[in-house]
């Protein structure tokens, strides 16, 4: 439950004030409002960091046997890239436009001198060399995309572990949106490079270098008229390398605008009809959506260009050597073999040119994606176990605050030098105006944070001196906003832990009223839950909240605004549950409504981040202070009359 509930613990706590700055920024720049664009998506980074590379590579490293084989997969289709002109070139000298004084080969004596079979011969071979070429492509391709996916499921399983990890802290100040980017999207982009890109990029490279190299001792002049217009195929592809990459940027930052906007108003939706504000919504979207096109369409005119331009420079240079080939044979010093396999040679000469300038934008974008996943996963964890970590305290323990000091940032104190103890088995609960302090206390205590100043001990030993797993393992946490996840009930109140009886399951879900409800439903337990518990009222789900904690058998209970939000009839069974469950337990109760603490055996009142009064619900009436003001704040609409200084309710 610790992640869950440290979310969840500090959900009302997390200041907006600085993503309301950010998103002013960004709509000086763009009329459409309370959009935040991250910058993260609008780096692109270098285009090759061999730094990230070699990081990146070592994801391949368990699966380095089948990456070996992967490579020599492509050699051999690579090789088999460059027979088949040959071919072509020894079935026209030596039959369809004999030579005599052609040189001989080394299929010359397995080669019959009848045309008919000859050309049989050759073209049975030119199609074992194409369904070679087939199957090696084939192999090569499945076991680099099984090899990119077993790689990127073992990326993605390292980034979960390292965001379970992580403080709470870095939630605080980092969208969640950004970070389920850095396990999709991200991760995708280089999947594309792992699986595909990188091995096709190779496979070019060999292509091109072994068809140069044939070309060559086939005709050195014939080679520099195809390579004459290199410099023209470089000049087009550096312009479309510029606009396709500004366009991606603009396209991927677009998606990121695009993606906010949904998630922000499809969550929103209730407000949004209930002020009639479909119209409005629709021409911001509009205009998002418009930028999302725009972008597009740059990239299209820059494809569109830029293939054509690239074809027309390749029928240039075949042109140019038919001119040059056309008075060469003619004067006898070159073949017309020659010339067929020259022009099937160009084909494959500028093809691999045009994969490598688009594989480019995938390299930079997997660049890209890199640097942002990297530097998640370099992200210190602060709250850490110690080297040698204590045992949790047997028995009894007695919790302890001693001077507390926390800021969230800088010196911004939240607590100024709070002391208190809660004995073993007190039931305290905490209350004050919001922003008081009281959620922090529970953050602090949980060690989702460490203390700047002073400690907290439970049974004599300081926090940070045990297992925050350990710790947090002792107590159970019933949140304002219960989060249910898809599933069943069974399963929402085990959440995964095997060691709790059908009898303890059942046993907690009695104690809380909640026993009747389940046995009424089709499937009992079973009863599947769909996504944040949708179809629950916020009772049912907060009694599954109650049950869940109890099913756990905590030694210390922590309900934090656990009825804020239920109706009172709930109220009253979440009462009679939270004095079933505090029974034989230390318990810490955070709450507005002050009738659901009023037995507490204490009742600690925060103002400002310090603590001001402290004593019993009578005590604290009688003293007139900020906890009377409380209660009379709330009851000042009832007919019952607050007691006269001194009196007891």
């Given at each position: 439950?610790?992640?869950?509930?440290?979310?969840?613990l500090?959900?009302?706590?997390y200041d907006?004030?600085?993503?309301?700055?950010?998103?002013?920024?960004?709509?000086?720049?763009?009329?459409?409002?309370v959009?935040?664009?991250?910058?993260?998506?609008?780096?692109?980074?270098?285009?090759?960091?061999?730094?990230?590379m070699?990081?990146?590579?070592?994801?391949l490293?368990?699966?380095r046997?089948?990456?070996a084989?992967?490579?020599?997969?492509?050699?051999?289709?690579?090789?088999?890239?460059?027979?088949?002109?040959?071919?072509?070139?020894m079935?026209?000298?030596?039959?369809?436009?004999?030579v005599?004084?052609?040189?001989?080969?080394?299929?010359?004596?397995?080669?019959?001198?009848?045309?008919?079979?000859?050309?049989?011969q050759i073209?049975t071979l030119?199609?074992?060399?194409?369904?070679?070429?087939f199957?090696?492509?084939?192999a090569?391709?499945?076991?680099?995309?099984?090899?990119?996916?077993?790689?990127?499921?073992?990326l993605?399983?390292?980034?979960?572990?390292?965001?379970?990890?992580?403080?709470?802290?870095?939630?605080?100040?980092?969208?969640v949106?950004?970070?389920v980017?850095?396990?999709?999207?991200?991760?995708?982009?280089?999947?594309e490079?792992?699986?595909?890109?990188?091995?096709?990029?190779?496979?070019?490279?060999?292509?091109?270098?072994?068809v140069?190299?044939?070309?060559?001792?086939?005709?050195a002049?014939?080679?520099?008229?195809?390579?004459?217009?290199?410099?023209?195929?470089?000049?087009?592809?550096?312009?479309?390398?510029?606009s396709?990459?500004?366009?991606?940027?603009?396209i991927?930052?677009?998606?990121?605008?695009?993606?906010?906007?949904?998630?922000?108003?499809?969550?929103?939706?209730?407000?949004?009809?209930?002020?009639?504000?479909?119209?409005k919504?629709?021409?911001?979207f509009?205009?998002?959506?418009?930028?999302?096109?725009?972008?597009?369409?740059?990239?299209?005119?820059?494809?569109?260009w830029?293939?054509?331009?690239?074809?027309?420079?390749?029928?240039?240079?075949?042109?140019?050597?038919?001119?040059?080939?056309?008075?060469?044979?003619?004067?006898g010093?070159?073949?017309?073999?020659v010339?067929?396999?020259f022009?099937q040679?160009?084909?494959?000469?500028?093809?691999?040119?045009?994969?490598?300038?688009?594989?480019?934008?995938?390299?930079?974008?997997?660049?890209?994606?890199?640097?942002?996943?990297?530097?998640?996963?370099?992200?210190?964890?602060?709250?850490?176990?110690?080297?040698?970590?204590?045992?949790?305290?047997?028995?009894?323990?007695?919790?302890?605050?001693?001077?507390?000091?926390?800021?969230?940032?800088?010196?911004?104190?939240?607590?100024?030098?709070?002391?208190?103890?809660?004995?073993p088995?007190?039931?305290?609960?905490?209350?004050g105006h919001?922003?008081?302090?009281k959620t922090?206390?529970i953050?602090?205590?949980?060690?989702?944070?460490?203390?700047?100043r002073?400690?907290?001990?439970?049974?004599?030993v300081?926090?940070?001196?045990?297992?925050?797993?350990?710790?947090?393992?002792?107590?159970?946490?019933?949140?304002?906003?219960?989060?249910?996840?898809s599933?069943?009930?069974e399963?929402?109140i085990r959440?995964?832990?095997?060691?709790?009886?059908?009898?303890?399951?059942?046993?907690?879900?009695?104690?809380?009223?909640?026993?009747?409800?389940?046995?009424?439903?089709p499937?009992?337990?079973?009863?599947?839950?769909?996504e944040?518990?949708?179809?629950?009222?916020t009772?049912?789900?907060?009694l599954?909240?109650?049950?869940?904690?109890?099913?756990?058998?905590?030694?210390?209970?922590v309900l934090?605004?656990?009825?804020?939000?239920?109706?009172?009839?709930?109220?009253?069974?979440?009462?009679?549950?939270?004095?079933r469950?505090?029974?034989?337990?230390?318990?810490?109760?955070?709450?507005?409504?002050?009738?659901?603490?009023?037995?507490?055996?204490?009742?600690?009142?925060?103002?400002?981040?310090?603590?001001?009064?402290?004593?019993?619900?009578?005590?604290?009436?009688?003293?007139?202070?900020?906890?009377?003001?409380?209660?009379?704040?709330?009851?000042?609409?009832?007919?019952?009359?607050?007691?006269?200084a001194g009196?007891?309710?």
């Amino acid at each position: 439950m610790g992640l869950l509930a440290a979310i969840s613990l500090q959900q009302r706590r997390y200041d907006h004030r600085s993503e309301r700055a950010k998103d002013q920024s960004v709509q000086a720049a763009y009329p459409v409002p309370v959009i935040l664009m991250k910058v993260e998506e609008e780096i692109l980074g270098k285009v090759y960091d061999g730094r990230l590379m070699r990081r990146l590579l070592g994801y391949l490293k368990p699966y380095r046997g089948v990456v070996a084989i992967c490579v020599v997969l492509l050699l051999a289709a690579s090789v088999l890239q460059v027979v088949g002109p040959l071919l072509t070139k020894m079935a026209v000298d030596k039959y369809l436009a004999p030579v005599p004084s052609q040189a001989a080969t080394p299929l010359d004596p397995y080669l019959s001198a009848n045309p008919w079979i000859g050309l049989a011969q050759i073209s049975t071979l030119f199609l074992l060399a194409l369904l070679g070429a087939f199957l090696f492509d084939f192999a090569q391709a499945y076991l680099m995309q099984w090899t990119g996916q077993h790689a990127m499921l073992d990326l993605r399983r390292q980034l979960m572990a390292h965001l379970q990890r992580l403080d709470l802290s870095y939630y605080d100040r980092t969208p969640v949106g950004r970070m389920v980017t850095r396990v999709t999207t991200d991760v995708d982009a280089l999947n594309e490079l792992l699986a595909s890109g990188l091995v096709t990029i190779i496979g070019d490279v060999l292509t091109l270098s072994f068809v140069v190299i044939v070309m060559l001792k086939l005709s050195a002049p014939m080679t520099g008229l195809l390579l004459a217009v290199m410099p023209f195929v470089v000049l087009v592809t550096v312009i479309f390398r510029r606009s396709a990459t500004q366009s991606y940027r603009r396209i991927r930052v677009a998606i990121a605008r695009i993606n906010s906007y949904l998630q922000e108003h499809i969550s929103g939706m209730a407000v949004l009809q209930l002020f009639n504000r479909e119209k409005k919504s629709g021409q911001e979207f509009d205009e998002i959506n418009r930028q999302h096109m725009l972008a597009f369409k740059e990239a299209i005119v820059a494809y569109a260009w830029f293939y054509p331009a690239v074809e027309f420079l390749a029928m240039l240079a075949l042109a140019m050597l038919l001119t040059y080939s056309g008075f060469r044979i003619n004067e006898g010093s070159l073949t017309l073999g020659v010339l067929v396999a020259f022009l099937q040679y160009g084909m494959r000469f500028f093809r691999p040119i045009q994969d490598l300038s688009e594989k480019y934008n995938l390299l930079q974008s997997a660049m890209a994606a890199s640097e942002r996943i990297f530097a998640l996963l370099d992200t210190p964890v602060k709250i850490q176990a110690p080297a040698e970590a204590k045992k949790f305290p047997a028995g009894p323990a007695r919790i302890e605050f001693d001077k507390v000091w926390f800021a969230y940032r800088g010196e911004e104190w939240v607590l100024r030098d709070v002391s208190f103890a809660i004995e073993p088995g007190e039931t305290v609960a905490v209350v004050g105006h919001t922003g008081a302090g009281k959620t922090t206390l529970i953050s602090l205590l949980l060690r989702f944070y460490d203390v700047q100043r002073g400690a907290i001990r439970i049974g004599g030993v300081d926090i940070r001196e045990l297992d925050p797993r350990d710790l947090r393992r002792h107590f159970g946490v019933v949140l304002q906003d219960p989060h249910l996840f898809s599933g069943t009930i069974e399963g929402n109140i085990r959440l995964g832990t095997e060691w709790i009886s059908e009898e303890a399951l059942v046993s907690a879900v009695e104690q809380v009223s909640l026993l009747d409800f389940i046995d009424s439903l089709p499937d009992g337990f079973a009863q599947p839950v769909r996504e944040r518990g949708d179809g629950l009222s916020t009772g049912q789900k907060q009694l599954i909240s109650f049950a869940r904690a109890l099913a756990h058998n905590p030694r210390f209970l922590v309900l934090d605004e656990a009825t804020s939000s239920v109706d009172t009839e709930t109220e009253f069974r979440v009462r009679e549950a939270l004095a079933r469950m505090v029974k034989g337990r230390t318990a810490i109760v955070i709450a507005h409504r002050l009738s659901t603490i009023q037995k507490a055996d204490r009742i600690l009142v925060m103002h400002k981040g310090t603590l001001r009064e402290s004593g019993t619900h009578q005590e604290l009436l009688a003293a007139r202070g900020i906890y009377w003001k409380l209660y009379q704040l709330q009851y000042k609409d009832q007919e019952r009359t607050l007691p006269p200084a001194g009196k007891a309710v």
